[in-house]
């Protein structure tokens, strides 16, 4: 079981191996990241930067989310070359010998677009993203990460924490978050976490939010007994203990336990 990394150098270790140029099944995505790189700055954003983080390399198979700062133009002249077609939330997504790639502009994010978070320059993106395990940055040109300075003691400690709730896909965003306390191992909550988790459940039915996770992930975390545990009992607010049927999907030490 590969443990959790514990700060820059590690884990820009396991991310340069992700992205070795002799991995066949990479290699690639590699050449592209290396020539967009040279239009623009490129930035690695969201679940790959997590997920090798917590769980290592071989966890990481799911979409590539990139952005970029500088020469729009030069940008979409290079991705038309690759069938760019436009996404939902107006940035791109091109197929890259099999890996689904997302791009778009860092300041054209949707928190900016929307008043919710103000741009100022690329590390405001650590601001939009849902929780704090989310917030990291890995700059494609200069092979550097960028986060809080409590990033490494939070994702360590398990601490999982809120940064921006609104999001245009809601359901999507209470999904992930579910998804999250189940099989990511969150030992501690903040009462942003907590509340965030009770308002899903009080919401949306289980059949609601299996659908979804079934439509957009390949693996499902979110089950019935779960569902029908959190619905009882109001979230994850209830002082009670977690039902042993549970604790292979949560190891959470204190449900009760708000963290400011």
Request: hydrophobic share 30%; proline share 2%.
């Given at each position: 079981m590969v443990s959790v990394a514990k700060d820059k150098s590690e884990l820009k270790k396991r991310v340069l191996r992700?992205?070795?140029?002799?991995?066949?099944?990479?290699?690639?995505v590699v050449l592209f990241l290396n020539q967009l790189s040279e239009c623009a700055d490129i930035y690695v954003f969201g679940g790959l930067i997590r997920d090798i983080a917590l769980h290592g390399v071989a966890s990481f198979d799911s979409d590539?989310?990139?952005?970029?700062?500088?020469?729009?133009?030069?940008?979409l002249d290079f991705i038309e070359n690759y069938s760019a077609k436009i996404n939902k939330f107006g940035g791109y997504r091109l197929d890259i010998?099999?890996?689904?790639?997302?791009?778009?502009?860092?300041?054209?994010?949707?928190?900016?677009?929307?008043?919710?978070?103000?741009?100022?320059?690329?590390?405001?993106?650590?601001?939009?993203?849902?929780?704090?395990?989310?917030?990291i940055l890995f700059n494609w040109n200069h092979k550097n990460l960028i986060c809080d300075e409590r990033y490494f003691k939070d994702i360590n400690d398990g601490?999982?924490?809120?940064?921006?709730?609104?999001?245009?896909?809601?359901?999507?965003?209470y999904v992930r978050l579910l998804r999250y306390f189940t099989s990511k191992d969150?030992?501690?909550?903040?009462?942003?976490?907590?509340?965030?988790?009770?308002?899903?459940?009080?919401?949306?039915?289980?059949?609601d939010l299996s659908s979804?996770?079934?439509?957009?992930?390949?693996?499902?975390?979110?089950?019935?007994?779960?569902?029908?545990?959190?619905?009882?009992?109001?979230?994850?607010?209830?002082?009670?203990?977690?039902?042993?049927?549970l604790d292979r999907f949560n190891k959470t030490l204190d449900l009760s336990l708000n963290v400011n």
């Open positions: 992700f992205f070795d140029e002799k991995s066949k099944r990479r290699k690639s590539i989310d990139l952005v970029y700062v500088g020469d729009q133009q030069k940008v010998d099999g890996w689904q790639l997302d791009i778009w502009e860092a300041k054209r994010s949707w928190a900016f677009e929307e008043g919710y978070v103000k741009y100022s320059d690329v590390t405001s993106l650590l601001k939009t993203t849902i929780t704090n395990w989310d917030s601490y999982l924490d809120i940064k921006l709730l609104e999001n245009p896909n809601e359901i999507g965003m969150a030992h501690l909550v903040s009462s942003r976490t907590s509340s965030s988790i009770s308002n899903a459940v009080a919401k949306y039915t289980f059949q979804y996770e079934k439509s957009s992930y390949k693996q499902e975390y979110i089950t019935q007994s779960v569902y029908s545990y959190l619905k009882s009992h109001k979230g994850i607010c209830n002082p009670d203990l977690i039902p042993i049927g």
